[in-house]
């Protein structure tokens, strides 16, 4: 079994304000969490990976396909593969979640070396 504690592992800061920390992994998902300040931005991407999702703080404004989505604390989300989508944190406190990513990204551009 493969444990890891989010206190012993360093985020990165994929863009100002957005910040991820690659989690435990397995050959078909892995687990990545995320904390983005208030008034960031992620920018439109898309990936491969389907993408599901938790927050547990804040407030979180995804745009994907011309429609805004609003998740907030208790909220699940799922993306499929290649749909471009990007999020914005619109209020006053840090978003925090976690992100489910299958197949796994590995070696994320945005990751700490």
């Known amino acids: 079994m493969d444990h890891r504690s989010l206190s012993e592992i360093e985020a990165s800061e994929a863009a100002d304000g957005v910040h991820l920390a690659l989690m435990a992994g397995s050959d078909s998902m892995n687990v990545q969490h995320f904390e983005i300040e208030p008034g960031a931005t992620v ?16 407030e979180l ?16 989300y799922a993306l499929p593969g290649d749909q ?30």
């Open 43 to 58: 920018e439109e991407h898309s990936h491969p990976h389907e993408q599901t999702g938790f927050i547990y703080e804040g």
């Open 61 to 76: 404004t995804f745009l994907t396909d011309g429609e805004e989505i609003v998740c907030g604390p208790g909220d699940s």
């Open 84 to 113: 471009p989508h990007g999020a914005e944190n619109r209020g006053d406190d840090t978003v925090r979640g976690v992100d489910i990513f299958s197949p796994p990204r590995e070696n994320p551009s945005w990751q700490s070396e």
